[in-house]
């Protein structure tokens, strides 16, 4: 599947790209430009009827549904793969926005201690499964960046996933590890967290974003292809949020 030079010929073309939150938004996205590129897929998610849909569209070389978050049950699915594939990407996750005082601490621990042990358990289950010179790709997020009432458990996690990426990716190398943080994407995620808000929030990144335009999942799928093409990169946040961080919010 690769050329002499590690690169694979036609990029994705022959490869296999597991998509752990394949059944929507940046996942689904993403599954559909490697199938488009020439690769295969196989998808897991935990909504099934939503997955048996994206299954009908892309012709999966599997399916799973279930929690990412039930980490015995995501290093199962890992290692059960049948042979090595060449890229796991893992999009599965939400952001939570909780003032302090609202906060609960035992929902709190979990949400920051199951997240990051995802990430943990997906890399411990995929060093025999992914090739070398594959990659971990994981989705994070700018939005924590700035301090903010009611930000403090996703600053600490947004925090974190940079310096988890690059522990790892010399940990397990030379499978690749990288972490896209993005800003604001339109999903239907966003639309489920902003409800009747949405259309007031898209109209404001239309006009304050530099790029004079909301950020779509085909945008962060684009870069998630390129980072799994390109075989010099590991242990790197790369940022995809429009210029949000450069305006104020």
Known sequence: ????????????????VVVVGGSAGIGLETARQVRAAGGEVVLAARNAERLQRAADELDPLSTAAFDAQDTDRLERFLRALPGQVDHVLVTAGSPSYTPLAELDLAHAGREFGGRIAMVLATARASRQKVRAG????????????????????????????????????????????????????????????????????????????????????????????????????????YDIDGGQQLVAH
Do not use: Y
Request: aromatic residues 2%.
């Open 1 to 16: 599947m690769r050329g002499e030079d590690g690169a694979a010929p036609g990029g994705l073309a022959g490869q296999t």
């Open 134 to 237: 594959g990659t971990l790709l994981f989705i994070g997020g700018t939005g924590g960046r700035r301090p903010a009432v009611g930000m403090a458990v996703m600053g600490a996690l947004t925090a974190a996933l940079p310096a988890l990426t690059a522990n790892l990716a010399l940990e397990i190398a030379p499978i690749r590890v990288n972490l896209i943080a993005a800003g604001f994407v339109d999903t239907p995620l966003s639309a489920s967290l902003l409800g009747d808000q949405l259309e007031e929030r898209r109209e404001q990144l239309r006009k304050t974003l530099p790029i004079g335009r909301v950020v779509g999942p085909a945008d962060v799928a684009a870069l998630a292809l390129h980072i799994m093409a390109n075989e010099a990169l590991t242990g790197a946040t």
